[in-house]
């Protein structure tokens, strides 16, 4: 069983920082691409961040500058550290990460955690 969990979010006010955490865990050959999504209350689901397994970066670009993508392939961790936060960056961020097992690559998401941004 494959889990992706998620540390690192919390309260701070604009103009901070935060680095975000999400790690990979169980049997499954590789992952491809891995990042991070973000939802605000009434909004819908929107990419922030993310990384091909050949390093390869992808930003929001209401991000970029801001935050930094990161991956450990030895961990099978990924980062986003977040610069210069902003209130309208408050959210609940998702990690997700296409990773192959034995029957293919599938598609799974972490629980989240909550970012609060405050003036």
């Known amino acids: 069983q494959v889990q992706l969990v998620e540390s690192g979010g919390g309260l701070v006010q604009a103009g901070g920082s935060l680095r975000l955490s999400c790690a990979a865990s169980?049997?499954?050959?590789?992952?491809?691409?891995i990042g991070w999504y973000r939802q605000a209350p009434g909004k819908q689901r929107e990419l922030v961040a993310a990384v091909t397994g050949g390093g390869s970066t992808n930003y929001a670009d209401s991000v970029k500058g801001r935050f930094t993508i990161s991956r450990d392939n030895a961990k099978n961790t990924v980062y986003l550290q977040m610069n210069s936060l902003k209130p309208e960056d408050t959210a609940i961020y998702y990690c997700?990460?296409?990773?192959?097992?034995?029957?293919?690559?599938?598609?799974?998401w972490g629980q989240g955690t909550q970012v609060t941004v405050s003036t």
């Open positions: 997700n990460a296409d990773i192959v097992q034995w029957f293919g690559p599938r598609q799974y």
């Open positions: 169980g049997t499954f050959f590789r992952i491809n691409t």
